[in-house]
């Protein structure tokens, strides 16, 4: 794909997310090393929102170790500073939160469902699969916060948070190491005669970044507005979203908290929102972190 940088649209973004906190904090560059370094950078200087927007990143990064292939022209890069008042135990549940904004945001732009087609691979991966095909990852999220210390009447609080996305829009073809677990927006929708449009006709509109980073922000902002009205966790319905919370076989990742690593069924969520995997050990483990794979 040839660089979008020329073409990208800032004021038609500007202008469908009018009425939203995001209004007139918007920032695009062609090339950065990642727009979760620009937020960050922003925010230690002061800045409390703003939304950054790159054609390409040099240098995107995942969880943990893992790298975020931010090629030119064929994924949506952006980044998102918050600060809302909130404990910094409701502020965990910004991965999921933010999630479900960008899995309500691709359904209602490209028309799959909820869950069934875009999945939430707990906490912060979104899976595409349509019928008969499996399901592969098709976008991602890294947050990065800072916290007010709790004192002695006051539990410890966000001081911000970026939210960085990275959604797969345009690709055609991934590194080979890559293809097996990736896909993209365009790569399943690959039948045009499917949405009732001329070929050129549906690529040109279908797979312009404004419409889906407006929808993105738009529903972010909706969610960020839920949750400061009421930062006590949501556990309930998340099923709905995920089918990843309760009787899926996974393995956890190794990580700080867990240097192996193990296998086990989800067994939903506690009351803080925090996954749990009735391990293969016959232990209940609540996962703080490490990221969830098929085992």
Request: aromatic share 6%; proline share 5%.
């Amino acid at each position: 794909m040839s660089n979008q940088s020329d073409s990208f649209n800032l004021a038609e973004v500007e202008s469908a997310i009018a009425a939203t906190n995001f209004a007139s904090h918007l920032h695009h560059v062609a090339t950065t090393t990642s727009t979760n370094d620009l937020a960050l950078a922003a925010a230690n200087s002061g800045a409390r929102i703003g939304v950054w927007i790159a054609d390409e990143q040099t240098a995107g990064r995942g969880r943990g170790n893992h790298t975020w292939h931010s090629s030119s022209g064929d994924g949506l890069y952006l980044s998102v500073l918050i600060a809302p008042p909130i404990p910094m135990m409701s502020a965990l549940s910004l991965s999921f939160t933010t999630a479900i904004a960008i899995q309500s945001a691709i359904c209602s732009v490209f028309g799959f469902r909820i869950r069934d087609e875009i999945d939430i691979r707990w906490p912060n991966d979104l899976l595409l699969a349509r019928e008969g095909s499996p399901a592969k990852k098709v976008g991602g999220i890294l947050i990065e916060t800072a916290s007010i210390p709790a004192t002695a009447s006051q539990p410890a609080t966000l001081r911000y948070a970026v939210l960085g996305i990275g959604i797969n829009l345009n690709h055609t073809a991934f590194p080979p190491e890559l293809d097996p677990i990736a896909t993209s927006i365009r790569h399943e929708l690959s039948n045009p005669g499917a949405q009732g449009l001329a070929s050129e006709t549906w690529v040109h509109e279908c797979f312009r970044r404004e419409p889906l980073i407006a929808a993105i922000l738009l529903a972010l902002d909706a969610e960020l507005r839920i949750l400061t009205s009421n930062p006590e966790p949501q556990t309930s319905d998340l099923t709905r979203f995920s089918s990843w919370i309760s009787g899926k076989r996974v393995r956890v990742e190794a990580c700080e908290d867990d240097p192996v690593g193990y296998t086990g069924i989800t067994a939903g969520l506690d009351t803080n929102g925090f996954l749990r995997v009735l391990g293969d050990d016959g232990q209940l483990h609540t996962v703080l972190s490490g990221g969830l794979r098929d085992p």
